[in-house]
């Protein structure tokens, strides 16, 4: 079974660009949650998506958007980065995204903002 | 507010046992989440823990304690590709995951 995978790995923007990151769950979840991770930080919960539905959004600026497709594939967009936006942004997916479901990872995509 | 702490960094001996504590203060309380995250890949599943008491998985056990609202790794037996970051995450009222920033465990031969 294919794990989850996130296009693309890495990423160089410059302040004001936007950027999107996307992100395919393992078959058969449905739902698919973003974080961002810093060194210090830890991961800070961005959103999550069930059925092409935002069901929870994190503490981050409207800047941050994501969505979700019929497949369930999600992507995320920053627009008007900022140098704090640089940050590893991970996502994972779990078949029903309640409670205990076990979240599985991505690799990350490495976004570095100058 | 809610929070999680662990500590930022911890070494031990290969060979050797190794106890990673996180402490959590969180709006409600569904259950623990500890992850393993070795150095530029995805963090994998641990354990979870919902009840008070010790889990034990192999190499590697999970202890919960809701009225302290506090948790335990603990890692036996150590081995050099233990060395990797361990996240707690608390699963709060509204089934959100709080996560800690995680613990850096280095292994030395």
């Known amino acids: 079974k294919a794990g989850v995978t996130q296009t693309p790995r890495y990423l160089i923007k410059t302040r004001g660009q936007q950027v999107t990151l996307s992100c395919s769950p393992i078959?058969?979840?449905?739902?698919v949650s973003w974080y961002q991770q810093t060194p210090g930080q830890g991961l800070q919960f961005l959103f999550e998506y069930f059925s092409e539905t935002q069901r929870n959004k994190g503490n981050f600026p409207g800047r941050f958007s994501g969505r979700q497709f019929s497949n369930s594939r999600s992507e995320m967009n920053v627009s008007t980065l900022e140098l704090g936006d640089s940050a590893l942004y991970l996502c994972?997916?779990?078949?029903?995204?309640?409670?205990?479901?076990?979240?599985?990872f991505g690799p990350g995509t490495r976004l570095t903002v100058l | 507010g809610q929070n999680i702490d662990q500590p930022t960094e911890m070494t031990a001996t290969e060979g050797a046992i190794v106890q990673i504590n996180c402490t959590y203060q969180t709006s409600g309380f569904n259950g623990l989440f500890w992850y393993q995250q070795h150095a530029g890949e995805a963090p994998t599943f641990l354990s979870y823990?919902?009840l008070d008491g010790l889990e034990e998985k192999g190499r590697f056990s999970s202890f919960l304690s809701r009225s302290k609202g506090y948790s335990y790794l603990l890692l036996k037996e150590l081995q050099m590709k233990d060395s990797a970051s361990y996240l707690c995450a608390a699963l709060d009222s509204n089934y959100q995951l709080i996560w800690g920033a995680g613990t850096k465990l280095i292994i030395k031969p």
């Open positions: 994972a997916s779990s078949r029903q995204g309640r409670g205990t479901d076990t979240q599985y």
């Open positions: 823990n919902v």
């Open positions: 078959s058969g979840h449905r739902s």
